[in-house]
């Protein structure tokens, strides 16, 4: 899918549209300002000329999203609004840089910062498993890192598509490969162990989110711990 607004900025209603974020498959992701009160967002933008099931679905798509801001590190979605005949969803823009931006750059993260992902990846999937949620894998461009360790996600809830705990772990795993630090440091070898059960499972089983969660924070306690003075 093209862009749908290949000139930026844009306007659409009362935002401006800065950055394209991410292509999706009927819609796409900007960065944008809500001009009236200067507040920086994220609008998911429906692509014009979609079905109408298309329309209906990601209307429901986004009443749901909004039903359950609140979840663990998904930044909050406010609301879905119609200007110029486009639909579009806005949401919280995450603090911090998001791993495709990091990628870009040539910079890689700390082996603490990707353990802090997988853990806040785990908990957020593993709650979406527990409310029998739908949640998409997440391409680097909606994972946001602050340097705190903070992690936040765009929501990644979808509405009648399931996708399994494997395809979310390996997209987890691809995005955090391009950043995964090369030069030995302390937990590098326990943390690249951690993204190949991520990305293959362990012994030809993938493990569950719960058992990554409590591997990573292991590694984040150790590496905190030998840290101190």
Known sequence: MN??????????????????????????????????????????????GVSHAEEVAFLAQARHRVATSGMPHVADVFESLRSDGIWFLTQELPQGRSLADIAAANEKLSVLHICCIIAAAAEMYGECQQNDLSAMPLAPSSIYIEESGEVHFLSPLVEGQRHTPAAQMQATAAALWTVCPEEKEPGLGRTVTLLQWLNEGYEGNFLAWSELRETAVTIITQLQQNARP
Request: overall charge negative; charged content about 20%.
């Open 3 to 48: 862009s749908i607004f290949p000139e930026l900025p844009h306007t659409l209603g009362v935002y401006t549209l800065t950055r394209l974020i991410e292509l999706r498959e009927n819609s796409a992701l900007y960065e944008a300002q809500q001009t009236h009160v200067d507040r920086s967002v994220v609008l998911e933008v429906l692509q014009p």
